[in-house]
């Protein structure tokens, strides 16, 4: 039997409640397989490790996603965005059922799914946040390999999954309601608020933008100078402990030798303790409102193995941010 979370929440009502939203969706990227990442993950037992070991009151619909009736039957380029129309409804409509589990104090965990579905529980956790606690900002820490920060324009694959964060942050603006224009000036975040951790591939649009604005970035260079230990002391102090944050952690984070099974792994990434040691110290701010897992993918890697370690290890990731602790 593993200790329950024993850190109080700064900025939820209790701690024991935890909303969970599967999103079945890969259309954010172009190789099939990672819509079966939350199935994956609860057929592994993440879930009944939640609640059994962590001891948390889940309020799931026992639903993974697919979002099958909000896609288009013909999902043509809009500004070298590929699938712009589907990936801007499904976010939609994830932003809804995030925001309805975060609206009542809820933590909330998004099983992806590609990274482009961020934009959707972000926007859902940011606005929750904003009329809960008179509008406070919400900041995130993004763990990935990737800055995922691009621009239609500047992106070279027109995948949004490599956009999420340009979307979030007001970088990229649409006027046209049916592509991303639904999201409001409540549904963003500040580029002042939000730390990236484990870069490693980071395109040369993308090194502009985080130049231009800014923005705190820890790359794998950072991670060997430092250690762990002193980037999380340098990312969670230039957050500050009065601010609302929400983890979203892509598994390709992770050095490929531990998690192979993602759709763009990059060598030289995070040990698993490193990604374990990262979500245990935001756990520990009290701070934590919202918590994705992206881009496990099943269907890659050279055998099962390689699936069933990088299910592993993303099950451990969730299991940390919510207070699993080795003592």
């Given at each position: 039997?593993?200790?329950?979370?024993?850190?109080?929440?700064?900025?939820?009502?209790?701690?024991?409640?935890?909303?969970?939203?599967?999103?079945?969706?890969?259309?954010?990227?172009?190789?099939?397989?990672?819509?079966?990442?939350?199935?994956?993950?609860?057929?592994?037992?993440?879930?009944?490790?939640?609640?059994?070991?962590?001891?948390?009151?889940?309020?799931?619909?026992?639903?993974?996603?697919?979002?099958?009736?909000?896609?288009?039957?013909?999902?043509?380029?809009?500004?070298?965005?590929?699938?712009?129309?589907?990936?801007?409804?499904?976010?939609?409509?994830?932003?809804?059922?995030?925001?309805?589990?975060?609206?009542?104090?809820?933590?909330?965990?998004?099983?992806?799914?590609?990274?482009?579905?961020?934009?959707?529980?972000?926007?859902?956790?940011?606005?929750?946040?904003?009329?809960?606690?008179?509008?406070?900002?919400?900041?995130v820490i993004w763990v990935d390999a990737h800055a995922d920060i691009n621009t239609p324009e500047t992106s070279s694959s027109g995948n949004i999954h490599g956009m999420p964060v340009a979307f979030l942050s007001g970088l990229?603006?649409?006027?046209?309601?049916?592509?991303?224009?639904?999201?409001?000036?409540?549904?963003?975040?500040?580029?002042?608020?939000?730390?990236?951790?484990?870069?490693?591939?980071?395109?040369?649009?993308?090194?502009?933008?985080?130049?231009?604005?800014?923005?705190?970035?820890?790359?794998?260079?950072?991670?060997?100078?430092?250690?762990?230990?002193?980037?999380?002391?340098?990312?969670?102090?230039?957050?500050?402990?009065?601010?609302?944050?929400?983890?979203?952690?892509?598994?390709?984070?992770?050095?490929?030798?531990?998690?192979?099974?993602?759709g763009t792994p990059v060598r030289g990434g995070l040990t698993l303790r490193e990604g374990d040691f990262i979500c245990e110290c935001v756990h520990e701010t009290g701070s934590l409102v919202g918590l994705d897992l992206v881009?496990?993918?099943?269907?890659?890697?050279?055998?099962?193995?390689?699936?069933?370690?990088?299910?592993?290890?993303?099950?451990?990731?969730?299991?940390?941010?919510?207070?699993?602790?080795?003592?």
């Amino acid at each position: 039997m593993i200790s329950p979370p024993a850190t109080n929440p700064k900025f939820l009502p209790t701690a024991a409640d935890l909303g969970v939203v599967a999103v079945g969706f890969s259309g954010g990227q172009c190789k099939p397989g990672v819509d079966a990442a939350p199935s994956a993950l609860i057929d592994a037992g993440l879930l009944n490790q939640l609640s059994a070991d962590l001891g948390f009151t889940l309020h799931h619909d026992d639903t993974v996603h697919s979002y099958a009736t909000l896609l288009p039957a013909s999902d043509p380029d809009y500004r070298s965005m590929k699938n712009p129309l589907a990936v801007s409804a499904v976010t939609k409509r994830l932003s809804e059922q995030v925001y309805e589990h975060a609206s009542q104090g809820r933590c909330v965990l998004t099983l992806g799914g590609d990274h482009s579905v961020a934009i959707g529980s972000i926007a859902g956790v940011a606005k929750a946040v904003r009329e809960r606690l008179a509008g406070r900002e919400l900041a995130v820490i993004w763990v990935d390999a990737h800055a995922d920060i691009n621009t239609p324009e500047t992106s070279s694959s027109g995948n949004i999954h490599g956009m999420p964060v340009a979307f979030l942050s007001g970088l990229v603006r649409s006027d046209r309601a049916d592509i991303f224009g639904w999201l409001q000036p409540d549904q963003l975040i500040s580029l002042k608020k939000l730390v990236y951790i484990g870069l490693r591939d980071v395109d040369p649009g993308e090194k502009k933008i985080l130049r231009e604005h800014g923005i705190r970035a820890f790359s794998m260079h950072d991670i060997d100078k430092y250690g762990i230990g002193k980037v999380m002391e340098m990312a969670l102090g230039h957050i500050g402990a009065d601010t609302p944050i929400h983890l979203s952690f892509d598994v390709d984070a992770l050095d490929p030798l531990i998690a192979p099974s993602t759709g763009t792994p990059v060598r030289g990434g995070l040990t698993l303790r490193e990604g374990d040691f990262i979500c245990e110290c935001v756990h520990e701010t009290g701070s934590l409102v919202g918590l994705d897992l992206v881009e496990v993918n099943p269907s890659l890697g050279e055998d099962h193995v390689g699936a069933r370690e990088t299910i592993r290890a993303g099950c451990s990731i969730v299991r940390c941010a919510l207070g699993e602790s080795l003592l």
